[in-house]
């Protein structure tokens, strides 16, 4: 009786699965992937040249990735992938530099904004993505 009742429904199945109007509806659902670590440019502007290591970590936070052949240097990757089709990957990148156990330097594409310079400056790495080394020190003593 089961397999009657299955040939007699199989073709309206069939039929159905070429109707466009309903399985252009019927889509999956998928969640937002975030990885890593989310570094804002507001965190950035609260490190400064010649803190420790505890210092820059309570700002940022644990780093993705620490090499034990390169201790000197902390990455902290963040990548964003919306569920949605119609969103872009969104991919981050900070690496701290230390000397002698103080921070020397920053490099990756989160910088520390400073005025309207720096939102001119972001609208153009938003248009092209680039990779910049921030030495500290003498963004400091520009700054004087």
Sequence with gaps: MKRLLLLAIAPFLVSCSSFNGVTS???PFRIDVRQGNLVTQDMVAQLKPGQTREQVRF???TPLVTDIFHTDRWDYVYRFQPGRDNQELQQRRL???FE???LARLGGDVVASQGE???AEAADVAAKPATRVIDIKSAEGAAK
Excluded: N
């Design 100 to 102: 002698e156990g103080k």
């Design 117 to 119: 310079a720096a939102a």
């Design 95 to 97: 690496i701290v530099y």
């Design 25 to 27: 509806y019927l889509k």
């Design 59 to 61: 700002i940022l936070g």
